[in-house]
């Protein structure tokens, strides 16, 4: 059993953003999805995430569909959304607490697993008591990050993690994310930062013009490591831009 999608297709008015596309995501994948801006990938997320209506097609995550078992899938995911909606006026503790309770973890499991998160991510412990209306944007993601792996989902969809975050707290999030990822489970993550996805992706897709042009493993997509993953991006994305003249030479002095 895995994530399926199929016949995803969705626009905006006119625009075409998801054209019939297909995808399945085994268990002990950790995908990652990649192309250029506005291109489609959030939408995707979102529509996986039962929080946009696609035009058309289906999405059963672990077998489930949302039309037939919407809770008992709700249940089985945790999720980053890109604007990381959260409770501006809770405190980052107020907040965790809040989500533990609605995935009905015991007490004991909340404080437990509450206190390691906090611990790993925030250096800074006071500022969890402090509403989250005044934290820093990286701030803001640790918390969303930490609420959306509480309940330990089978499925972890994260829409572009890194951003926003500094240095320290992207490569701890890296360290999370591959200790997460294990054979029953499956993290889906959106990302332009590919210093960090290279270090966590096992497959990659990239998203171009509604359609997915790549879909496979890491290694098929660097050529067993030929290529970095920028690299192999670039080339499938813009193969003639490096040898096109450049129309920026005004800048140069
Ligand atoms: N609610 C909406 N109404 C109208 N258009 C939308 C809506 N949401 C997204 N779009 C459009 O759909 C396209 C895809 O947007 P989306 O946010 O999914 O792209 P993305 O690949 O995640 O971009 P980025 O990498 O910049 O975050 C864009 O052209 C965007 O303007």
């Not at 950790?30 to 946009?52: A, E, H, P, Q, R």
């Not at 966590?200 to 997915?212: C, Q, S």
């Not at 997509?221 to 813009?238: K, W």
Request: with cysteine; proline share 3%; charged share 20%.
């Amino acid at each position: 059993m895995s994530v399926e999608i199929s016949g995803l297709t969705k626009a905006f008015g006119r625009k075409q953003v998801l054209q019939d596309l297909h995808l399945s995501i085994e268990k002990g994948q950790c995908y990652c999805l990649l192309g250029k801006n506005g291109v489609g990938k959030s939408t995707f997320l979102n529509c996986i995430l039962d929080l946009i209506k696609p035009d058309s097609g289906s999405v059963s995550i672990f077998g489930q569909s949302y039309a037939q078992h919407s809770l008992a899938v709700k249940q089985k995911l945790g999720a980053l959304c890109e604007d990381n909606p959260l409770i501006e006026e809770f405190t980052g503790l107020e907040y965790l607490n809040f989500v533990a309770k609605l995935y009905k973890l015991s007490p004991a499991e909340a404080e437990e697993r509450i206190s390691s998160l906090t611990n790993y991510f925030f250096t800074d412990q006071e500022s969890l008591q402090k509403n989250i209306a005044g934290y820093s944007t990286g701030m803001k993601k640790k918390v969303g990050i930490a609420a959306a792996i509480l309940h330990k989902p089978d499925l972890l969809i994260l829409d572009e993690p890194f951003t926003g975050l500094d240095p320290i707290a992207a490569q701890l999030l890296v360290k999370l994310i591959r200790s997460y990822s294990n054979p029953n489970r499956v993290v889906l993550i959106s990302s332009h930062d590919l210093n960090y996805v290279e270090k966590v992706a096992t497959h990659i897709g990239v998203l171009n013009d509604g359609r997915l042009i790549y879909n496979g493993s890491v290694q098929e997509f660097t050529m067993n490591g030929e290529n970095l993953i920028d690299q192999a991006l670039f080339q499938l994305l813009l193969p003639h831009h490096l040898t096109k003249e450049s129309n920026i030479d005004w800048m140069l002095n």
